[in-house]
């Protein structure tokens, strides 16, 4: 089965960027749609993006569009997250997920998931 591992995460100032990285141990993602999600202390943990294998798309919450990217890189095994113009209420624990089939948001839908990675946004 395909096990995602989180990097790049680390403390940021408001207004800056950060790239999170995922890369995917045991097999490979290709087949596998890939999502990112995130949980804030005292929250439940929200849909942040997904894509999907294959033809291309994505899909993102609305309190991100325009500021984050996710992309693949099939060849490295890696699914990536680009966040810019970051702000504090971005801060959380940031968590890697994949799923057979076609990508979605729901939490519950997503069979594996790495450990995540801490993103602190400071004001």
């Known amino acids: 089965q395909v096990q995602p591992v989180e990097s790049g995460g680390g403390l940021v100032q408001a207004g800056g960027s950060l790239r999170l990285s995922c890369a995917a141990s045991?097999?490979?993602?290709?087949?596998?749609?890939m999502g990112w999600f995130r949980q804030a202390p005292g929250t439940e943990r929200d849909f942040v993006a997904s894509?999907?294998?294959?033809?291309?798309?994505?899909d993102y919450a609305d309190s991100v569009k325009g500021r984050f990217t996710i992309s693949r890189d099939n060849a490295k095994n890696t699914v990536y997250l680009q966040m810019n113009s970051l702000k504090p209420e971005d801060t959380a624990v940031y968590y890697c997920?994949?799923?057979?089939?076609?990508?979605?948001?729901?939490?519950?839908?997503?069979?594996?998931w790495g450990q995540g990675t801490q993103v602190t946004v400071s004001s």
């Open positions: 997920a994949a799923k057979a089939g076609a990508p979605g948001s729901d939490t519950f839908a997503y069979p594996y």
């Open positions: 045991g097999r490979t993602i290709r087949g596998y749609a």
């Open positions: 894509i999907s294998w294959g033809v291309i798309s994505t």
